[in-house]
């Protein structure tokens, strides 16, 4: 199958460049610095997976056609430019291709839906982290568990979609299909939306807020209005209570990442925009149609636009369009 990497920043160079390691066929299509150093000098991965050295690596340009249509695309940009590159590649993907979100946050395969259609859209769970440590080399930073796969229609083909799990498992990135990707989804929504902003805002690492009892009170009330946002929507989520999923959270999910700092705080350390909108922002918007309210979610938005409006950056790219949440 070809692939094609949609936003070659460091995930997108991992899953791209294990992909061609294997022997893939694979192509980038990005910007920047780094993207002009894969393509032109080479890619060098490393980190907790090991190293690899990589030729320069097929690219695609946005004033350059591609001659043949994609079986995979691998939509990595961040969430708030998913429609903008979803209509870049709408006619790069083959009749029988699928698009995969490799995205934090909500709203991104409503998005795509419309664009391509439910059955042509996967949802990709990853908890695993990547780093760009100077243009060329991207470094796998964590891992706490496989890429999960999932289709949001019945109506997806089931053999192309088992084959890109067989195809990134061959590659060295761990892979399961999943028949309930939104619950893995919205379950990692609920980590993202407990540690990131807030140990942006305070600018520490996870461990950290797990530590203290004061912010340790502030990421159950997030998690109990996530709970209850979900619940109007009739998204199951993996643990049956929000008391449940917050001694789960501790107890197993952030000590692999205690040492984390979050990737908004380094996204305002280096004055780019923020994911908010896809995050907290999203269990906002999904709220107001059901009537309820989520103060302390809010007040972590309107902290982080604060923080987002000091370098300026705010406003650059169209905001996260609203869109009911899909239901399982």
Not at 79 to 93: I, P, R, Y
Not at 142 to 161: F, H, M, N, Q, R
Request: with cysteine.
């Amino acid at each position: 199958m070809r692939y094609l990497i949609m936003g070659a920043g460091a995930l997108g160079t991992v899953f791209g460049g294990l992909l061609q390691n294997a022997g893939h066929s694979v192509t980038f299509y990005g910007r920047g610095t780094h993207f002009d150093h894969l393509t032109n000098q080479g890619l060098t991965i490393n980190g907790i997976w090991g190293e690899f050295h990589l030729d320069p690596v097929a690219a695609l340009h946005p004033a350059l056609p591609s001659s043949e249509p994609f079986d995979i695309i691998l939509l990595c940009v961040k969430s708030f430019d998913t429609l903008s590159a979803a209509q870049a590649v709408k006619g790069l993907l083959a009749p029988h291709g699928l698009i995969v979100s490799v995205q934090n946050g909500l709203g991104n395969l409503e998005i795509l839906a419309q664009e391509f259609g439910p059955a042509r859209t996967i949802g990709a769970r990853v908890i695993f982290g990547a780093a760009i440590t100077q243009p060329g080399v991207s470094k796998v930073t964590v891992y706490a568990d496989k890429v999960l796969l999932g289709a949001i229609s019945p109506e997806a083909p089931t053999a192309t979609l088992a084959q890109v799990a067989v195809d990134l498992n061959q590659s060295g990135i761990p892979t399961a299909v999943v028949d309930n990707i939104l619950t893995h989804l919205w379950d990692k929504v609920l980590y993202n939306c407990a540690l990131n902003p807030l140990g942006a805002i305070l600018g520490v690492a996870y461990g950290a807020l797990a530590e203290n009892p004061a912010t340790r009170e502030l990421m159950l009330a997030l998690i109990q209005e996530i709970y209850q946002v979900a619940a109007a929507h009739q998204i199951p989520l993996g643990q049956p209570t929000a008391e449940k999923y917050f001694q789960h959270f501790l107890t197993n999910l952030v000590p692999p990442t205690a040492a984390h700092l979050p990737s908004m705080l380094q996204d305002l350390r280096q004055g780019r925009r923020t994911e908010i909108d896809a995050l907290n922002g999203a269990i906002c918007r999904y709220a107001a149609p059901v009537g309820l309210t989520t103060p302390y979610n809010q007040t972590i938005c309107q902290l982080m636009r604060f923080l987002e409006s000091r370098s300026s950056l705010r406003g650059q790219s169209e905001p996260c369009q609203t869109a009911t949440p899909l239901k399982s």
